[in-house]
Protein backbone atom coordinates (compact mmCIF):
# COMPACT_ATOMS: atom_id res chain seq x y z
CA UNK A 1 0.00 0.00 0.00
CA UNK A 2 1.67 3.50 -0.75
CA UNK A 3 -0.01 6.62 0.92
CA UNK A 4 0.21 9.97 -1.03
CA UNK A 5 -0.40 12.51 1.71
CA UNK A 6 -0.87 16.70 0.57
CA UNK A 7 -2.81 20.00 1.94
CA UNK A 8 0.48 21.07 3.97
CA UNK A 9 1.39 24.63 3.82
CA UNK A 10 1.62 27.76 5.63
CA UNK A 11 -1.20 29.47 7.57
CA UNK A 12 -1.73 31.70 10.42
CA UNK A 13 -2.95 31.20 13.77
CA UNK A 14 -6.62 30.23 14.21
CA UNK A 15 -6.74 29.27 10.40
CA UNK A 16 -7.52 26.12 8.77
CA UNK A 17 -6.27 23.19 6.71
CA UNK A 18 -7.17 20.43 5.17
CA UNK A 19 -5.23 17.40 4.66
CA UNK A 20 -5.49 14.57 2.21
CA UNK A 21 -4.23 11.17 1.79
CA UNK A 22 -4.71 8.83 -1.03
CA UNK A 23 -4.08 5.29 -1.01
CA UNK A 24 -3.12 2.50 -3.33
CA UNK A 25 -5.05 -0.33 -2.66
CA UNK A 26 -8.63 -1.89 -3.90
CA UNK A 27 -9.01 -2.64 -0.25
CA UNK A 28 -9.34 0.86 1.50
CA UNK A 29 -12.22 0.12 2.97
CA UNK A 30 -10.89 -2.86 5.13
CA UNK A 31 -7.89 0.18 6.87
CA UNK A 32 -8.05 2.02 9.90
CA UNK A 33 -6.65 5.23 9.00
CA UNK A 34 -4.45 7.71 11.11
CA UNK A 35 -2.54 10.66 11.13
CA UNK A 36 0.55 11.70 13.32
CA UNK A 37 2.49 14.14 13.22
CA UNK A 38 6.15 15.31 14.55
CA UNK A 39 7.56 18.21 15.35
CA UNK A 40 11.19 19.07 15.00
CA UNK A 41 13.33 17.86 18.12
CA UNK A 42 10.36 15.71 19.07
CA UNK A 43 8.74 12.28 18.92
CA UNK A 44 6.23 11.45 16.38
CA UNK A 45 2.55 11.86 18.46
CA UNK A 46 -0.78 10.52 17.32
CA UNK A 47 -3.05 12.64 16.08
CA UNK A 48 -6.54 11.11 15.11
CA UNK A 49 -7.70 7.45 13.87
CA UNK A 50 -10.66 6.73 11.96
CA UNK A 51 -11.85 2.94 11.75
CA UNK A 52 -12.59 0.80 8.80
CA UNK A 53 -17.03 1.18 7.55
CA UNK A 54 -18.22 2.60 10.46
CA UNK A 55 -15.93 5.16 10.61
CA UNK A 56 -15.23 5.52 14.74
CA UNK A 57 -13.01 8.26 14.95
CA UNK A 58 -10.43 8.82 17.92
CA UNK A 59 -8.50 11.91 18.56
CA UNK A 60 -5.54 12.90 20.95
CA UNK A 61 -6.86 15.47 23.82
CA UNK A 62 -5.16 18.42 22.06
CA UNK A 63 -6.62 18.35 18.77
CA UNK A 64 -9.91 17.47 20.27
CA UNK A 65 -13.08 19.84 19.24
CA UNK A 66 -10.37 21.51 16.53
CA UNK A 67 -9.69 18.73 14.26
CA UNK A 68 -11.57 16.10 12.43
CA UNK A 69 -10.61 13.04 10.87
CA UNK A 70 -12.86 11.41 7.49
CA UNK A 71 -12.67 9.28 4.90
CA UNK A 72 -14.49 8.78 1.13
CA UNK A 73 -14.03 4.98 0.60
CA UNK A 74 -15.27 5.43 -2.98
CA UNK A 75 -11.79 8.15 -3.98
CA UNK A 76 -10.01 5.66 -1.39
CA UNK A 77 -8.80 8.71 0.68
CA UNK A 78 -8.50 9.96 4.22
CA UNK A 79 -8.63 13.83 5.61
CA UNK A 80 -7.76 15.70 8.23
CA UNK A 81 -9.77 19.19 8.70
CA UNK A 82 -7.77 21.72 10.70
CA UNK A 83 -9.41 24.20 12.57
CA UNK A 84 -8.37 26.93 15.10
CA UNK A 85 -4.87 26.24 14.03
CA UNK A 86 -2.20 27.13 16.51
CA UNK A 87 1.57 27.29 16.61
CA UNK A 88 2.09 24.34 18.38
CA UNK A 89 0.11 22.06 15.62
CA UNK A 90 3.37 22.70 13.39
CA UNK A 91 4.80 19.39 12.61
CA UNK A 92 4.98 17.08 9.46
CA UNK A 93 1.98 15.17 9.46
CA UNK A 94 1.85 11.70 8.07
CA UNK A 95 -1.18 9.47 7.23
CA UNK A 96 -0.72 5.59 7.93
CA UNK A 97 -2.94 2.17 7.53
CA UNK A 98 -3.04 -0.23 9.81
CA UNK A 99 -4.93 -3.64 7.98
CA UNK A 100 -6.36 -4.27 11.66
CA UNK A 101 -9.24 -1.83 10.48
CA UNK A 102 -11.06 -1.62 13.95
CA UNK A 103 -10.11 -0.77 17.51
CA UNK A 104 -8.33 2.43 19.62
CA UNK A 105 -4.71 1.86 18.14
CA UNK A 106 -2.62 4.94 18.83
CA UNK A 107 0.59 3.61 18.73
CA UNK A 108 3.17 3.84 15.72
CA UNK A 109 4.02 0.63 15.69
CA UNK A 110 -0.13 -0.42 14.94
CA UNK A 111 0.23 1.14 11.66
CA UNK A 112 2.15 -1.30 8.44
CA UNK A 113 2.10 1.66 5.96
CA UNK A 114 2.87 5.38 5.71
CA UNK A 115 2.95 8.07 3.87
CA UNK A 116 5.81 11.00 3.34
CA UNK A 117 4.43 13.33 5.12
CA UNK A 118 3.28 17.00 4.54
CA UNK A 119 4.67 19.86 6.37
CA UNK A 120 2.06 22.22 8.68
CA UNK A 121 3.60 25.35 9.67
CA UNK A 122 1.37 27.72 11.92
CA UNK A 123 3.01 31.30 12.53
CA UNK A 124 1.88 33.48 14.92
Known amino acids: VQLQASGGGLVQAGGSLRLSCVAS????????MGWFRQAPGKEREFVAR????????YYADSVKGRFTISRDDAKNTVYLQMNSLKPEDTAVYYC??????????????????WGQGTLVTVSS
Open 96 to 113: AADPRGIGVRQASNDYDY
Open 25 to 32: TRTFSNYG
Open 50 to 57: ISWIGGCT
